[in-house]
């Protein structure tokens, strides 16, 4: 079983950024993608940034030039640098491990395992 641990939320004012962190209770070179989603209250939860095992990146248009997808294989850790926040960014952000490679970087069904999510709050 793997457990994926999110850290870095908060609150943070427009223009800010803010670095959240993804910790993996097994080593993450087993893992074949990582990613990051999102879900803001009342709508569903949306694909944010994923990196494939061999460092290939893949980031929604919502966020491409803002977002940063990374990972440390060596600490198990995955994570999103955000930088330019903007109010519609607020949302609780989860993180997905796929081992299976197969389906799309942006689909939920891609992935087996979730964090619990940590909340992004971007207000001035």
């Known amino acids: 079983q793997v457990q994926l641990v999110e850290s870095g939320g908060g609150s943070v004012q427009p223009g800010g950024s803010l670095r959240l962190s993804c910790a993996a209770s097994?080593?993450?070179?087993?893992?074949?993608?990582m990613a990051w989603f999102r879900q803001a209250p009342g709508k569903e939860r949306e694909f944010a940034a994923a990196?494939?095992?061999?460092?290939?990146?893949y980031s929604a248009d919502s966020v491409k030039g803002r977002f940063t997808v990374s990972r440390d294989n060596a600490k198990k850790t995955a994570y999103l640098q955000m930088n330019n926040l903007a109010p519609e960014d607020t949302a609780v952000y989860y993180c997905?491990?796929?081992?299976?490679?197969?389906?799309?970087?942006?689909?939920?069904?891609?992935?087996?395992?979730w964090g619990q999510g940590t909340q992004v709050t971007v207000s001035s």
């Open positions: 990196i494939i095992l061999n460092g290939r990146t």
């Open positions: 997905a491990a796929d081992y299976r490679s197969t389906g799309n970087d942006n689909s939920r069904s891609s992935y087996q395992y």
């Open positions: 097994v080593p993450t070179l087993n893992i074949y993608r």
